[in-house]
Each structure stands twice: as structure tokens, then as C-alpha cells.
């Protein structure tokens, strides 16, 4: 059995300045959206995409993951802790960051930066899904480090059942880390490849919702269940409801792609 380590939030201390691992691992998020952005553009030049027009999407699409993923954790999550302690909610290096909330805000900077180029939104949501799920194993990374978002009890058996003693001394899954490894690089690496060839505009916006959502609500039976708006529940937490909704959409997304392309084959 394990123990979490305790590991110093603050990573650097530059005299008053403090930077701590949770905002590196967003830092590390977006650099690789950029990194992967570029190479695919060089390996799809026939998709237009520029490497300025890259740049400028990153810079609204960090505003659409901060400012939605804070107010989502908020609203969604801890909505009673936030409105009895409000100056919190801007403490964002503490970590608490709703993934879902972030999504809303990255798709109004999706339909944002459309409308000024003149793209599609499910074009541009094309486009951007592949670069995401590596940056979600960095936020995970980051929830593991500031000891948030721990597992559901396990059996003291389990070779890598870890104790989180800032919580209490029970064996519980590291359901961070099992979520960096779903969400994050096996859903990279699945629709990367996906991807990687020409498919129907919508199709790959359709595969990361269902491909989000399914391995999201797979990690949630692992992770200690949030209280969320519709309070504590063990048998579907927060997550797998807010997730149910993005498989459905993904689904109608993907039959849509298929079904228009099919059409106009014929």
C-alpha cells in the first residue's frame, strides 16, 4: 500500500512570487495544444490552418478554459462553499477546475474564432479536439500533486491503493492518476490516429465528446463522487451526468458526418 507524498504545491519561489505546480501543468497543457497544433498543421497543409491562426485560437481558447472551467467547478460542483467564501473563487492556483465548464467556455471561443475567420464551428472543433487530451493528463497530473479529487475506498490488497492522510487513513484508488491515463494520453492516442486521416467535417468533434464522456464517466466509478448540484449520490455522480449528454450530442454528431457524407456520394 501506498501513502501520497505530500507534495509542495509551490514548485519555485521567485521572492514573493510563488509558482506552483498546478498552474505549470497548464502551462505544460498548452504548450503542447501549440506543439501538436503545428504538427499537424505541417502534416496537413491542405487544411489551411496557419500557425498565427493557431496562435490566436490558443489565446481564446485559454480565456474559454480558465474563466469556464472556474465558474463550472463553482456552479456545478461547490456553489454553497463558493458563495459563503466568494474571494475563492479566484484562487484558482488551489486548484478546482470543472472540466465541463471549461469545455462550454473553449466552445464559445470555438464559435468565436468561426465567426472571425470565417470557418465552420464544427471545422474549427475538428481541428482543436485532437490537441486537448494532453493537456487534460497534465490537469490531472496537477490535481495529483495538490492531493484533490482522491479515489473511492479500495481493497487494502490492491498493490497501488494509496492513503491520503490529509483526508484519512483509508486505502482509496489514486483516481487521478487513472484519469490522466483514460482521459489523457489513451484518448490522445486513440483520436489522434482517428484523425489522422481525412473524415467528415463533424466527425472528429463527434469522437471526442463520446470518447470524453465514456472515459470520464468510467474514471467517476473510481473517483470519490463529487456533491455536485443534485448532491451526493453513488451510483451516478456529477461527472457521468454532465458527461451523458456529451456521449448523446457526440453520437448525433458522428451519424450526421457520416450520413451527409454518404449523401453526397451518391
Known amino acids: 500500500m501506498l501513502v501520497f507524498p505530500r507534495i509542495d504545491p509551490v514548485a519555485i519561489s521567485l521572492g514573493p512570487l510563488d509558482v506552483h505546480w498546478y ?6 497543457a498548452f504548450a503542447a495544444f501549440i506543439l501538436l497544433g503545428r504538427l499537424r498543421i505541417r502534416r496537413r497543409p491542405e487544411s489551411g490552418w496557419t500557425n498565427q491562426e493557431l496562435d490566436d485560437l490558443l489565446f481564446w481558447g485559454v480565456l474559454g478554459v480558465v474563466i469556464g472551467g472556474r465558474l463550472g467547478q463553482v456552479l456545478f460542483y461547490e456553489p454553497a462553499y463558493y458563495f459563503s467564501q466568494p474571494a475563492e473563487i479566484l484562487a484558482v492556483w488551489k486548484g478546482g477546475m470543472s472540466f465541463h465548464g471549461g469545455l462550454i467556455g473553449v466552445l464559445l471561443a470555438l464559435a468565436w474564432h468561426g465567426r472571425r475567420t470565417g470557418r465552420g464551428f464544427l471545422e474549427v472543433g475538428d481541428f482543436v479536439g485532437p490537441l486537448v487530451p494532453l493537456g487534460l493528463m497534465f490537469g490531472r497530473i496537477g490535481n495529483f500533486i495538490n492531493g484533490e479529487l482522491w479515489g473511492r475506498v479500495a481493497d487494502p490488497g490492491l498493490p497501488w491503493a494509496m492513503i491520503f492522510p490529509h483526508v484519512d487513513s483509508l486505502p482509496r484508488h489514486p483516481s487521478q492518476l487513472y484519469q490522466a491515463g483514460m482521459e489523457g494520453l489513451l484518448f490522445f492516442l486513440l483520436l489522434w490516429f ?18 470524453y464522456g465514456v472515459l470520464r464517466s468510467v474514471g467517476e466509478f473510481f473517483r470519490n463522487p463529487d456533491a455536485g448540484i443534485f448532491g451526493q449520490s453513488y ?11 456529451m456521449i448523446l450530442i457526440g453520437i448525433w454528431l458522428l ?6 457524407n454518404r449523401s453526397s456520394m451518391l
Open 23 to 28: 498552474g505549470l501543468m497548464y502551462v505544460a
Open 194 to 211: 482517428y484523425s489522422a486521416r481525412s473524415r467528415p467535417v463533424g466527425a472528429v468533434s463527434g469522437a471526442f465528446l463520446i470518447g
Open 235 to 245: 451510483t451516478f455522480s456529477m461527472g457521468q451526468w454532465l458527461s451523458l449528454p
Open 255 to 260: 451519424w450526421r458526418a457520416y450520413r451527409q
